[in-house]
C-alpha cells in the first residue's frame, strides 16, 4: 500500500526542540516536492515547509521561518522537520504531503495520518 508514514511527534517544553519524520512506503519521495502541514482542530490547516527534490531550495511560513527547518535524505528516502524554539501556537497535528505547489501550498498528492505536537510548559 502507498502511504506517507510520519513520526518523531511528542510532547515539549516552550523554548524546546522536536524533530519529525516522514517516509514514503511503498514509493521514494526523492522525486517529489514535500511539505509539512499542520492542523488545529476548528482552524483551516497550514502549509508549514516545503522541500524541492532537486536542488532542495525550501519555504517556510513566516510563522515559523528562522525556527523550522525541513531537509532531506535521499539515502534514506525521507524529509525531516526540525524543529526549535517551540511555543504553544506550535501545537497541532502535522502532517507531511507530496503533491504540492510550495507558493501557494496548494496540495493533491499523498497525505500523512500525522504526528500530534503538544507544546505545553
Known amino acids: 500500500q502507498v502511504k506517507l508514514v510520519e513520526s518523531g511527534g511528542g510532547v515539549a517544553r516552550p523554548g524546546e526542540s522536536l524533530t519529525l519524520s516522514c517516509a514514503g512506503s511503498?514509493?521514494?519521495?526523492?522525486?517529489?516536492?514535500v511539505a509539512w502541514f499542520r492542523q488545529i482542530p476548528g482552524k483551516e490547516r497550514e502549509g508549514v515547509a516545503c522541500?524541492?527534490?532537486?536542488?532542495?531550495?525550501?519555504n517556510y511560513a513566516p510563522a515559523v521561518e528562522g525556527r523550522f527547518t525541513i531537509s532531506r535524505d535521499n539515502a534514506a528516502g525521507s524529509v525531516f522537520l526540525q524543529m526549535s524554539s517551540l511555543n504553544p501556537e506550535d501545537t497541532a497535528v502535522y502532517h507531511c504531503?507530496?503533491?504540492?505547489?510550495?507558493?501557494?501550498?496548494?496540495?493533491?498528492?499523498?497525505w500523512g495520518q500525522g504526528t500530534q505536537v503538544t507544546v505545553s510548559s
Open positions: 511503498g514509493f521514494s519521495l526523492n522525486y517529489y516536492i
Open positions: 522541500i524541492r527534490p532537486s536542488r532542495g531550495e525550501t
Open positions: 504531503a507530496t503533491g504540492v505547489d510550495c507558493d501557494t501550498w496548494k496540495q493533491w498528492g499523498y
